[in-house]
């Protein structure tokens, strides 16, 4: 298992660590308290178990008018959501697994899509979904999906995968600020992940992608939990002094190119990394954006990983190859960058392999999830 | 349009049924001009409920429509200009031409807008009524919607939470019996549509939707339960589609409603039956209904007028409002 | 299972709930090894709709679960060892290990297909059941759900269509109270869950789902009728569930069901009441319930060792079928 | 607008010319004849317009427990045919638009794309489901969307768009066959396309591109319309002496690569064309495989044609550019290949260029749709 510590630090006093769920917990309960119009919904965001924890302690500080349990009805709340956001609230719903939310494409798309523009500016809705990624300990092919890629097809929506805590908090209370849709898309394993984060409220645009870290040899554009297995890699690599510029995407939908592009300039070498599938997926949208604006900068051809082209299965020994990971990417990085063939590739898989079972995020966690 | 519980004004309410049918007609015969270019569907037979309903609404009631929605605007007082320019794709029609006739707005009404996927605006009407409850405003919220749209999932998802969080939106069924050409029989069990709704544990009133008294009076009983916090009401009201599901046609020809003649629709025709009261208890005389239609005849033609005038929306400003500010 | 219209077989009955709570037991005992790496979530309290629904059916009829299946599986007569092997994800499985506990299937059985999205299952139902009025053969099809699935759309849809199509298909409402933690009266109005089926169209019965003799007596009759092509049919069942939601423990320490104590479950326990019965109407000796739970342990504790001794699924197989040829 | 008639012909005798709807009619009544498992689903089916006449005789022929009006219930309709499916039947479900689809993909995506997965093999969905795109005539945001990428994102769904009648009936005729759910996706304005299709049952695979014309200059690889709008752009470029290869994907999942590599392995110019929107879609992923493995011989960037990032508006003034076409093509691939820029654009656009209304497919047609 990488690092669980991402350091976004900035020098203010009011910083401490906190994980990934504490600083999306955090910015509900800060953004409810100043602004009455928010309100959050969904299955299990009032239950002693909060929806793991972010939901923690709403309802007892905002009542339940604000922090509301909903039927199983995902077509229909996403539906009143919407009525709600037309009507001066800005609602939080929340889905557990992004794959219930396939239930409530029609309104998603239909109608928070396009309501904007349809009637020409007039209504708007300001609606956030939060949808979280399950993983591991079979969550099988039901539970498992990473589907940000049909969501980012759609314009009218905008699509955000955060991957620290910093960002989970600054791009949470820019999604509730913002006047569009916004699909808060949280992979699991990111939940116990540390960081500094700051007490207040802050912003981190939803338009921008982040350099975690600078690099000259190659460009590796991520998303969400990659980002972390990235680190990862990148670590051993920095070691063989291979430099590895890891740009976190963020953003899905509208994507941030420039610092792809800027990035691939330098290196002439792109490695895109999804959490989901490849067929007509973000990766491929990178690659093709890349090859369109920064052709001539490219020494190779671009590669993606992402998952393989099946649904997840249950079983951990079939699952055991599913997720792509630091070694994945430490062989797919050399294969690229090593036209000599002189890096120490086993030893460096090694390093990054993990010891423990991959259906778990980390060796301390008991399931059932 | 009144607030309190509805003694009914049936002048209004014909009025209110006159501009609907005159509107449509003017459409229907103007559209094989092939100006207006998108899809329309006409509520030519079905003006009672719009008008009944609407009727017992305030502006700050909102309303929400479907598909075919021309009769749920003009009732609510839509700006029947904005509406007509919409329908020829101008610039000043009500979404500037984004929508066309299946996609209507004007929320200085309260009409809050209709969309054509059908079910689509349902439980939006559920979260703007929920709105009112939350803000402690005594006002209502309201959808029209078809038979057919009672199969929708969406639909008793809605009612469901509707009638869980005690909102005060009111649900009106029309029901014509037709889902494009396809009968309720196919589509549904023999059973009431309302009894489900009332199963749901909805307040449930059915009417003769062609009798627009009796929807206005109906609805004034909904409207004002709603109102005092008795929570979400259904009406369900049976009428008759006189044209083809979609277009400005007759299509009796088609022979999926083989009863279904000219006298048919006359003795349904909810105009005809209000003008007879009006004659009789009202001592309308012909001359007054000379003058209403006179006066509603230069009320759409000027809605014509103002949008031949209307400049078209430029090309380049299709991409706006994809994204709000 | 029984083909005709039930006579309780109450032995068989104590025999199909004491094998499914004793494989419960079993997992939960052993979950905390962490090998079985799936979520699973027990139907231990509720054992007797299981039970005494499927007594009712014969191998051709069908019957669909949903996330908590271990208990509509078996009482179907699916392959003990094959759902336990599944949840171990061992290639033995019934899916391969491809689904877990989650994902059950035994087509030999009679048992089509358990899935975890709520509601997922029920139209599936539904289609199996056409195909049985379609083939005209006089089997059913069945559907366990519980009372939060009722809230979901689609489940209106499929009620809508059975009742159109007076199809075969019994839809067995497991009503524990519950949906994860949230309990009814945060979802849905206070109304009768079978009033909405009722108004739908559907047969309707209601009954004590810890009481394995109502279930069987009530489902005797519902199947029958839906045998006799007097189309779906509709069970609720109260019931209890003892556990938390997923997992293998209780969960009184969370405090969102106040009242219930240990004692409340024991109150409830439906097997307790068929071991009363059996002792006294069937004259049962202590020694025979310690034969058939000598029986009972054995059976699974053969499936644990079953499954250990079965082989892990290749990671390369992982792609495998996800297309048919 | 473009030629109306692509030219499949084959040699044999019982061919004779018929439109892209009659090729699908034909299709399902010769399959249900045959094949007794086959049912037909929809609403509209068995009404007097049967689908704009493609269902038309059906439920004559085969009865109303085979040819079945539907209540407005995508979701659970679609879970229905699933289940038919399992059981031995072999159902055709259609949407009239394939906005429609958007309230089933809960059933789609979760359910028919991994059943046959996850119970092992033990069970298989054949279901074919299909769905009309509009466009024109005021559709407007909710009835013109173009969605395959959605679909083509989700393993264990296969999804076509054929453009020919006589790709019509046979690949319609092979998504009945087909043991898997395909989503067959007809653009509403090929139904008046003419073209040579057989009287008796022929395949025509799903998984592989046809090459509909040959050239040396420049790869098009092409979905649906936007071939014929290929097809007209190519035909006056030739006179030019530009030699265009168009490569009619027909089918979006899988995507047959192969004719596209080898194509650009000859010309080393790629251009694609979809009829939907370009972030996230078939369009970027046939750019992303193409860099993937060819990009040695690519010579500039690919480039791609799509909708513009927006919903599609209502009023033909608005519209009026939306929809590219063969005009936006010539310019595009005269982009490509001009370098000397010697060609006459100007002449060649005036040569391609709509004279009617372009909501409209043909000048013939009388609104409403
Ligand atoms: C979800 C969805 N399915 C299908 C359609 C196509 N469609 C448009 S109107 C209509 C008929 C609706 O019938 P009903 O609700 O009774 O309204 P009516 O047209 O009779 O007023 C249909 C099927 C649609 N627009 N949306
Ligand atoms: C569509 C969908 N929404 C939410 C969930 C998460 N979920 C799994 S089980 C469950 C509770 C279902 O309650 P009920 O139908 O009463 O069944 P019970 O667990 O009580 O047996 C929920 C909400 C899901 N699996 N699918
Ligand atoms: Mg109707
Ligand atoms: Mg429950």
Chains 1, 4 share one sequence.
């Not at chain 1, 569009?180 to 990111?190: A, S």
């Not at chain 2, 196919?186 to 199963?199: F, N, T, Y």
Request: aromatic residues 8%.
């Amino acid at each position: 298992m990488p690092s669980s510590t991402i350091d976004n630090a900035s020098t203010e006093k009011n910083i401490r660590e906190i994980n990934f769920g504490e600083a999306l917990q955090e910015a509900q309960y800060q953004a409810m308290e100043s602004d009455k119009s928010i309100m959050v919904i969904g299955e299990g965001v009032a239950d002693p178990k909060s929806i793991f924890r972010t939901t923690e302690g709403l309802v007892e500080k905002f009542g339940p008018d604000r922090v509301t349990e909903m039927p199983l009805a995902e077509n229909g709340m996403t539906g009143v959501c919407i009525g709600l956001a037309t009507s001066g609230f800005r609602p939080i719903l929340v889905h557990q697994r992004i794959d219930f939310a396939l239930l409530s494409l029609d309104q998603l798309i239909n109608n928070a899509a396009k309501l904007h523009y349809v009637f020409n500016g007039q209504v708007t809705v300001p609606l956030v979904v939060r949808m979280l990624i399950g993983r591991g300990w079979g969550q099988g092919p039901q539970h498992a999906q990473s589907l940000q890629s049909l969501f980012a097809h759609i314009p009218g929506l905008k699509v955000v995968m955060p991957t620290t805590p910093y960002d989970a908090k600054g791009m949470l209370l820019s999604a509730i600020k913002d006047n569009n849709p916004v699909m808060f898309i949280e992979h699991r394993w990111l939940y116990n992940l540390k960081g500094d984060v700051p007490k207040e409220q802050y912003l981190v645009p939803l338009d921008k992608a982040s350099i975690v870290k600078k690099g000259s040899h190659i460009t590796v554009a991520t998303f969400s939990h990659m980002t972390i297995e990235a680190i990862a890699a990148a670590q051993v690599l920095a070691e063989h002094g291979v430099e590895v510029e890891i740009i976190d995407m963020r953003s899905v939908r509208p994507l941030d190119m420039d610092p792809v592009l800027a990035s691939v300039e330098k290196t002439g070498l792109l490695m895109v990394l999804d959490t989901g599938w490849a067929s007509c997926g973000v990766s491929g949208e990178i690659m093709a954006r890349t090859v369109e604006n920064a052709f001539q900068y490219l020494k190779k051809p671009p590669m993606r990983i992402t998952l393989p082209d099946h649904p997840a299965p249950t079983s951990k020994h079939l699952a055991d190859d599913y997720y792509p990971d630091a070694e994945t990417i430490v062989k797919a990085i050399v294969s690229l960058v090593d036209d000599e063939q002189k890096l120490p590739t086993q030893e460096m898989c090694k390093r990054v392999r993990r010891t423990s079972l991959r259906d778990i995020p980390n060796p301390a966690y008991v399931g059932p999830f | 349009m009144k607030t309190e519980e509805s003694t009914i004004d049936l002048p209004a309410l014909y009025h209110s049924m006159l501009r609907i049918r005159r509107a449509e007609e003017a459409i229907a015969n103007r559209y094989h001009e092939q100006e207006m270019r998108c899809p329309v569907h006409l509520c030519i037979g079905e003006e009672a409920i719009s008008a009944g309903v609407c009727a017992n609404l305030t502006t700050p009631d909102v309303v929400f429509g479907n598909h075919r929605s021309h009769g749920h605007y003009m009732a609510k007082g839509g700006d029947l200009n904005a509406m007509m320019a919409e329908i020829y794709g101008k610039a000043t029609g009500c979404c500037g031409g984004r929508g066309g006739s299946m996609h209507l707005i004007d929320n200085a009404a309260g009409f809050s807008g209709a969309v054509p996927i059908v079910g689509g605006t349902v439980p939006l009407a559920v979260g703007a009524g929920w709105s009112f409850k939350l803000k402690q405003e005594e006002h209502v919220s309201v959808v029209f919607f078809g038979d057919g749209c009672f199969e929708e999932g969406v639909l008793h998802e809605s009612m469901n939470f509707a009638a869980l969080k005690n909102i005060p939106t009111i649900f009106v069924c029309e029901n014509n019996g037709m889902s494009v050409y396809t009968p309720l029989a196919e589509r549904q069990p023999i059973r009431s549509i309302s009894g489900v709704a009332k199963a749901h544990g909805l307040g449930v009133y059915t009417g003769d939707g062609n009798d627009v008294v009796e929807v206005a009076h109906l609805a004034g009983e909904a409207v004002a339960k709603a109102r005092r916090g008795e929570g979400p009401q259904f009406l369900e009201f049976k009428t008759y589609r006189w044209l083809g599901h979609v277009g400005h046609e007759f299509d009796d020809d088609l022979g999926y409603r083989p009863n279904e003649t000219p006298k048919f629709r006359e003795d349904r025709c909810p105009l005809k039956r209000a003008a007879e009261e009006l004659t009789q208890k009202f001592g309308w005389s012909q001359k007054d209904f000379a003058t209403l239609e006179e006066n509603v005849k230069a009320e759409v033609e000027a809605s014509f007028q103002f949008s031949f005038a209307s400049p078209d929306p430029k090309p380049q400003t299709s991409g706006d409002f994809t994204y709000a500010q």
